[in-house]
């Protein structure tokens, strides 16, 4: 389907690059990241078609983009449905020291207006930093699109001397949810290791280092995505 893109002039040539790259992993069935594929070479030849003066190049460019939005479109079926049989899995691995990972990028495809009830596994909300962690987390809920209603968190019981902060800094987030309208249920485990998070939308994240996975954070403290990460 793909050019191979001799000939043609840069910016052509990058994006019949990204073309291939896509066809290539549409016929590997990773539809996930054919489609991004897809659609970085799409907008990469609708830039060329935008600089074109010459009618025939036009039109041949108009046909490509026609076809690979068409199969760009299919693709995207074949991930709803396979969202909808439950078969969908993504892996993703952050990089020690990588940055761009806030919790709306990781997590606000899977938020819907369909989500109303959130559940958070978390043994170590505990200290300062995780306490807040969780609140920005708890905020990005509310945000919307979705219309979160309850949030069960289950976490570990702090026995040290952690243990008064631990609590009066929950009840205080329990208190301020409450005034968007948002029940706070508590939990707490002294056997629980997994942490995971779970939307009544179907979803279910695994996530290796819990809400905890930002690095102690120095320029960006306000700003979630300019904090560097620990690997997972």
């Known amino acids: ?15 019949f690059r990204v073309l291939k790259r896509a066809v290539e992993l549409d016929s590997e069935s990773r539809y996930q990241q054919a489609l991004v594929c897809y659609q ?17 190049k036009k039109c041949n460019l108009r046909k490509q983009i026609s076809s690979y939005m068409d199969r760009a479109e299919i693709v995207k079926k074949y991930m709803d449905q396979e ?20 919790y709306e990028s ?54 040290t001397s952690g243990k008064e902060q631990q609590s009066s800094g929950l009840q205080e987030i329990k208190e301020s949810l ?10 707490y485990s002294s056997s629980i290791h997994d942490r995971e998070i779970r939307f009544n939308n179907g979803w279910m994240i695994k996530i290796g280092r819990g809400l905890d996975y930002f690095k102690k ?8 995505r300019l904090h560097s990460c620990q690997g997972f």
Not at 83 to 102: L, M
Not at 136 to 142: A, K, P
Not at 178 to 187: A, I, K, P, R
Request: charged content about 25%; proline content about 3%.
């Open 217 to 224: 954070p120095q320029v960006g403290s306000y700003e979630f």
């Open 1 to 15: 389907m793909a050019s191979s893109g001799r000939g043609l002039e840069p910016e052509s040539a990058a994006a």
């Open 178 to 187: 409450q005034n968007h309208g948002v029940l706070l249920e508590l939990e």
């Open 83 to 102: 969202k909808e049989d439950g078969k969908y899995h993504r892996q993703i691995k952050i990089e020690e020291n990588a940055t761009g990972f806030s």
């Open 40 to 56: 970085e070479g799409i907008d990469l030849l609708m830039q060329v078609l935008r600089g074109t003066k010459d009618v025939t």
């Open 106 to 159: 990781l997590f606000r495809e899977y938020l819907n207006e369909t989500v109303s009830e959130v559940w958070i596994q978390d043994p170590y909300i505990r200290q300062v930093h995780q306490l807040y962690n969780f609140l920005r987390f708890c905020e990005m809920l509310i945000k919307g699109p979705c219309k979160v209603k309850t949030i069960h968190l289950l976490t570990s019981l702090d026995e």
